[in-house]
Antibody
Framework: EVQLVESGGGLVQPGGSLRLSCAVSGFTFSSYWMSWVRQASGKGLEWVANIKQDGSQNHYVDSVKGRFTISRDNGKNSQFLQMNYLRVEDTAVYYC??????????WGQGTLVTVSS | QSALTQPASVSGSPGQSITISCTGTSSDIGTYNVVSWYQQHPGKAPKLMIYEVTKRPSGVSNRFSASKSGYTASLTISGLQAEDEADYYCCSYAGSGTYVFGTGTKVTVL
C-alpha cells in the first residue's frame, strides 16, 4: 500500500523557519519526481515545488523562490521542504504528492503550517 | 503563474451530465497537453481523476471524461451521483518545470 506521511507543520512567527518532512512507503521512491502542493484554508490548490528522482533538478513557484528549498533522501524514502523567511501568506496545509504521468497520483493527508505573530 | 480560470460552482441533478471548464493561456493549456483534474472532498486530500488531458487512472469511473480545445480544458461528469459532490481543480504544466492549478469549482448535486 502506498503511503505518504507529512510531518513538521506548526505555528511559527513571520520571518521564521520550518522544515517539513514526507516519509513514503509502498513504492520505489527513487523512481519518481516528488512535489509539494499547498492549500490555504478555504482556498484552492497551489503547486509549490518539485524535485527530480535523483535530486538534480528542482522547480519552485515564484512566490517561494529564494525562501523555500526542496530536497530528498532516497536512502530514507523521504522528501523535505525547508521553509525560511516565512510570511503570513504561506499559511496553508502542505501536501506531499507523488508525480506520475504528469499528474499527482498519490497524496499525503497534509500538514498545517500557520504563520502568525 | 496566474491561476487557471474555472467557474466557482456548477450544479446538476442526479443522472444528469455537467461540464466544468478550465481556461488558461498560451503559456500553459494552449501550449502543453499536460492537463490533469483533481477531485477533493471536504477535509480530504485531492484525488487524481484525469491526467494528460484525457486519460483516466485505474479505478476512476468512466463517468468522468475530459478534453481540451485551444486554451480551454473541460471535465465532464456523466450520470451525476451524490458522491460526485466535491471541489474539482484543473492543473496544467506551465513550462520550465512549473505547474499552475485552476481556481476550483464546487460541484453540487441537487
Amino acid at each position: 500500500e502506498v503511503q505518504l506521511v507529512e510531518s513538521g507543520g506548526g505555528l511559527v512567527q513571520p520571518g521564521g523557519s520550518l522544515r517539513l518532512s514526507c516519509a513514503v512507503s509502498g513504492f520505489t521512491f527513487s523512481s519518481y519526481w516528488m512535489s509539494w502542493v499547498r492549500q490555504a484554508s478555504g482556498k484552492g490548490l497551489e503547486w509549490v515545488a518539485n524535485i527530480k528522482q535523483d535530486g538534480s533538478q528542482n522547480h519552485y513557484v515564484d512566490s517561494v523562490k529564494g525562501r523555500f528549498t526542496i530536497s530528498r533522501d532516497n536512502g530514507k524514502n523521504s522528501q523535505f521542504l525547508q521553509m525560511n523567511y516565512l510570511r503570513v501568506e504561506d499559511t496553508a496545509v502542505y501536501y506531499c504528492a507523488r508525480a506520475n504521468n504528469n499528474g499527482w497520483d498519490y497524496w499525503g493527508q497534509g500538514t498545517l503550517v500557520t504563520v502568525s505573530s | 503563474q496566474s491561476a487557471l480560470t474555472q467557474p466557482a460552482s456548477v450544479s446538476g441533478s442526479p443522472g444528469q451530465s455537467i461540464t466544468i471548464s478550465c481556461t488558461g493561456t498560451s503559456s500553459d493549456i494552449g501550449t502543453y497537453n499536460v492537463v490533469s483534474w483533481y477531485q477533493q472532498h471536504p477535509g480530504k486530500a485531492p484525488k487524481l481523476m484525469i491526467y494528460e488531458v484525457t486519460k483516466r487512472p485505474s479505478g476512476v469511473s468512466n463517468r468522468f471524461s475530459a478534453s481540451k480545445s485551444g486554451y480551454t480544458a473541460s471535465l465532464t461528469i456523466s450520470g451525476l451521483q451524490a458522491e460526485d459532490e466535491a471541489d474539482y481543480y484543473c492543473c496544467s504544466y506551465a513550462g520550465s518545470g512549473t505547474y499552475v492549478f485552476g481556481t476550483g469549482t464546487k460541484v453540487t448535486v441537487l
